[in-house]
Each structure stands twice: as structure tokens, then as C-alpha cells.
């Protein structure tokens, strides 16, 4: 199964930027890309996913490298709102697949 | 639109008891899923439902049953409880196979 390789932990400040990276070397043709995150005492929430273009919603933004072993989780202007784990998950878009599988994710500190 | 809600939100068991975990849906989802979350760690799937009547194994099943008698039910039922079994159990539901799953607040269960 293709894995991914997320940082433990990275912090931010209020109102800035930040770009969340997840390394997916292995990835296949078919795999999605999605990304959840967890705010504290609370369960998962969808963010964005795509597959091969880059990806604009109201939460986030997702850039996915050329080769596509790589792709980075862009909050425009973090909030404290925003301290959470993020979670980088590959998932393949078939009838029989229920493979999500979560591994220890980036855990976000956003400072005042 | 409640979403997914689960009961109890946090119980204590004694080694050898039974209990069943609740979760509802009320989104018509066909597809249910319970996840369970040891500290510090990502989410490992226990089971999972494709519809009424329909359920299969996941990555983490031992010591774990689940039925699904209704499109909107999904019950979770420990029979012997042991202290490996102390965690954060999320339930979640999703329309369709591959797509966003939406998850429930979870059940912290202590086994002691």
C-alpha cells in the first residue's frame, strides 16, 4: 500500500500562512489524495482532496507536485481555530475500497 | 441535520464486561464505519457497513461485532472487554464508497 510521510508537529502564528507538506513516493496512478484534520477531543474532519491539479475550497488550498510524490496543505491565513492534526491519506476511487488509513499526522500549533 | 451522533460520549468498563456502542446517522448514508484511536496514534478501522444487513471486516476486527439492521444504525458491541480495548472509538458515514467521510464526536472507553 502507498504510505505517506507527514512531520510530527510545526507551529504558525495568527493571520500567517502556512504549507503543510506530506511525501507519497509510492503512489499509484489511481490514488487520491486527501487530507482531514482533527481539532482537539474531536473527530476527523474532511479538508480538500484531489488528484492531480491543484485544488481551491473555502478551507484550503492543495498543491500536488508534478510527479505527484508529493503535495502541500496550504491554509492561507491560520487562525487558532485552525490547531489541529492534519492527516495526508491516499485513497483509491474504486467500488470495493473502504482503505483509509490514518497514520500519526502533523500536529499544528497556531500562536497568538 | 445532526449528522453522526454516538453514545455514551465516555464509560468505564470492568475487564470481562459487555457493552455496545451506538451510532445513528441521519444523512441516508449507505456506507458506516467505526474507527478506533489509541493516544497519539492515527485511526485504525475496526468495521465497516456498505448497507443494511451488509458488514465486513476492517483492519482491527478481534474482540469487536457490529450490525446493521437499518440505513440509519450502526452498533458496536464489545463482548469481553480488555484494557487493550481502552481507546476513542469514532463512528463514521459516508454516501458513496471513496468519498468524504463524515465522523461522528467519539466514545472514550476506559477499561480497567
Known amino acids: 500500500d502507498a504510505k505517506t510521510t507527514q512531520p510530527n508537529s510545526m507551529e504558525s502564528n495568527e493571520e500567517e500562512p502556512v504549507h503543510l507538506p506530506c511525501n507519497h513516493s509510492?503512489?499509484?496512478?489511481?490514488?487520491?489524495i486527501h487530507w482531514y484534520r482533527q481539532l482537539p477531543s474531536q473527530g476527523p474532519e474532511y479538508v480538500i482532496h484531489g488528484l492531480t491539479s491543484n485544488v481551491n475550497n473555502r478551507m484550503a488550498s492543495l498543491a500536488i507536485a508534478e510527479d505527484r510524490k508529493s503535495s502541500t496543505l496550504i491554509l492561507h491565513r491560520a487562525t487558532l481555530r485552525d490547531a489541529a492534526v492534519y492527516y495526508c491519506i491516499l485513497r483509491v476511487f474504486e467500488y470495493n475500497n473502504n482503505d483509509m488509513r490514518f497514520g500519526a499526522g502533523t500536529r499544528l500549533t497556531v500562536k497568538p | 441535520n445532526a449528522g453522526v451522533t454516538q453514545t455514551p460520549k465516555f464509560r468505564i468498563l470492568k475487564i470481562g464486561q459487555s457493552m455496545t456502542l451506538q451510532c445513528t446517522q441521519d444523512m441516508n448514508h449507505n456506507y458506516m464505519y467505526w474507527y478506533r484511536q489509541d493516544p497519539g496514534m492515527g485511526l485504525k478501522l475496526i468495521y465497516y457497513s456498505v448497507g443494511a444487513g451488509i458488514t465486513d471486516k476492517g483492519e482491527v476486527p478481534n474482540g469487536y461485532n457490529v450490525s446493521r439492521s437499518t440505513t440509519e444504525d450502526f452498533p458496536l458491541r464489545l463482548e469481553l472487554a480488555a484494557p487493550s480495548q481502552t481507546s476513542v472509538y469514532f463512528c463514521?458515514?459516508?454516501?458513496?464508497?471513496?468519498?468524504?467521510?463524515?465522523f461522528g464526536p467519539g466514545t472514550r472507553l476506559l477499561v480497567l
Open positions: 463514521a458515514s459516508s454516501l458513496l464508497i471513496g468519498e468524504t467521510q463524515y
Open positions: 509510492t503512489i499509484s496512478g489511481t490514488d487520491y
